[in-house]
C-alpha cells in the first residue's frame, strides 16, 4: 500500500430527460426568459425516478463507470460510501443498496452513508483518505446520486428551483507511493444553519402530529441572500489559510473544481479569486446544481475534456447548507 491516495476512476451517470428552462416557464405558468434571467441556468437534467433512473440505479450507473475507467473489478473494493443530500429513503442507509447493486456478496466490504449537503462527497473523499492511511481499506468507492427535482419550491420560489438538476457522480480512490491529496480542510457556521433547508422528514416535524404542516413545507428552502453575505465574508480567508498549510498560492493551482451551485456563484469565485475563464470548470449551465453529485460530476467532465491531466494539481472547493465550507487539495 502507497503512502498517500488519489482518485484512481471517475464517472457519472445523466438521466435521459434534459429540460429547458424556456420548457419549464411554460409548465409552471412564469414569463418567457424568467428563469434563465434569474438563474443563468438554460437547462438541467431530470430523472423519472423509475426503471434506470431512480436514485440508487443512477448511482450504480456512475459507480460502474468509475471502476471501468479504472479497470478495476467491482470485488477489490472494501468500502463503498453514499454520499448525497438526500437518501433514497431515511433508514436503512443507501450505500447498502450500491453493494446489492454491484452484486457484491454479504460481508464482503463495509458501507457508509455522508450527508453534508452539497459537500458529501467531498466528505467522503476525506474519509476515504482516512480508511487508506491508516489501512482499514484499500480501495474505497464513493457514489454521490441526488434527485433534487423531486423536492423543488416550484409554487413558491420558482428561481430556487430552476437552480436544481438531477444527476450521479463517482469516485474510485486507492493508495498510491505518488502524492495524490495533499490536504483538506472543512469548517462549520452554523449561525446560518436555516438558510438552506428542508425543515421536515426528521424528528422534529413528523407527519404524524401535523400533516398539513409536513406536506406544506416537504421542499427546499434558500435564503440565497444570507448565503452570499457568509461566503462573501468568510470564505476567502478560508482558502488562504488552507493554501498556507499545503504550501500553495493560487497560482499554483493548474485547475478548479468549484461545487457547481449556480453560474452566478461561480462567477464571483472567479473574479474574487483571479481564476481565469480556462482554469475552472462551468456546468451550472447545461446541469444545474447537482447537489452533492456536482462535484463528482464536474470532475469527471473535466477529466473527459482533458482539462485535468496527469500531474495537474487540482483544488476541489464548495459550501454547502449548514454552512460549511470545504476544499481538497490533490495532484491528479
Known amino acids: 500500500m502507497g503512502s498517500g491516495t488519489r482518485i484512481c476512476g471517475w ?3 445523466l438521466p435521459k430527460e434534459k429540460v429547458a428552462s424556456g ?4 409548465q409552471h405558468g412564469l414569463p418567457t426568459g424568467s428563469l434563465k434571467a434569474a438563474t443563468g441556468v438554460e437547462a438541467r437534467y431530470r430523472a423519472t425516478r423509475s426503471g434506470d433512473e ?3 440505479a443512477l448511482g450504480l450507473r456512475a459507480g460502474q463507470a468509475a471502476l471501468t475507467s479504472a479497470n478495476i473489478p467491482a470485488a477489490t473494493v472494501d468500502l463503498i460510501v453514499a454520499a448525497a443530500a438526500v437518501p433514497q429513503q431515511l433508514i436503512p442507509g443507501t450505500a447498502a443498496l450500491y453493494q446489492r447493486g454491484l452484486d ?3 460481508g464482503s466490504c463495509r458501507t457508509i452513508d455522508v450527508n453534508t449537503t452539497c459537500l458529501s462527497a467531498l466528505s467522503a473523499l476525506e474519509l476515504a483518505d482516512s480508511f487508506i492511511r491508516a489501512g482499514r481499506a484499500s ?3 464513493i457514489i454521490s446520486s441526488e434527485i433534487a427535482s423531486s423536492a423543488l419550491p416550484w409554487k413558491t420560489a420558482p428561481e430556487v428551483a430552476a437552480l436544481f438538476g438531477d444527476g450521479a457522480g463517482a469516485w474510485l480512490v486507492e493508495g498510491t507511493d505518488q502524492q495524490g491529496f495533499l490536504g483538506f480542510s472543512f469548517a462549520s457556521f452554523p449561525s446560518a444553519y436555516e438558510a438552506c433547508q428542508i425543515p421536515v422528514g426528521g424528528t422534529a416535524n413528523t407527519p404524524h402530529e401535523d400533516l398539513d404542516f409536513f406536506v406544506e413545507h416537504a421542499f427546499f428552502e434558500m435564503d440565497g441572500e444570507a448565503l452570499f453575505r457568509l461566503v462573501r465574508s468568510e470564505f476567502e480567508s478560508f482558502l488562504v489559510a488552507f493554501l498556507e498549510q499545503i504550501n500553495w498560492s493560487l497560482d499554483d493551482i493548474d485547475f478548479f473544481i468549484p461545487h457547481q451551485a449556480s453560474p452566478l456563484s461561480l462567477m464571483h469565485m472567479a473574479r474574487a479569486f483571479r481564476v481565469r475563464r480556462e482554469r475552472y470548470i462551468d456546468i ?7 447537489v452533492a453529485a456536482s462535484l463528482p460530476i464536474a470532475f469527471a467532465e473535466a477529466r ?7 500531474g495537474s494539481r487540482v483544488l476541489m472547493l ?3 447548507a449548514g454552512v460549511q465550507f470545504g476544499v481538497a487539495a490533490l495532484i491528479a
Open 304 to 310: 473527459a475534456r482533458h482539462q485535468i491531466r496527469d
Open 284 to 290: 451550472t449551465r447545461s446541469h444545474g446544481n447537482q
Open 139 to 141: 480501495r474505497v468507492l
Open 23 to 26: 420548457d419549464l416557464e411554460k
Open 11 to 13: 464517472g457519472q451517470a
Open 104 to 106: 457484491l456478496p454479504d
Open 318 to 320: 464548495g459550501t454547502s
Open 54 to 56: 431512480t436514485q440508487v
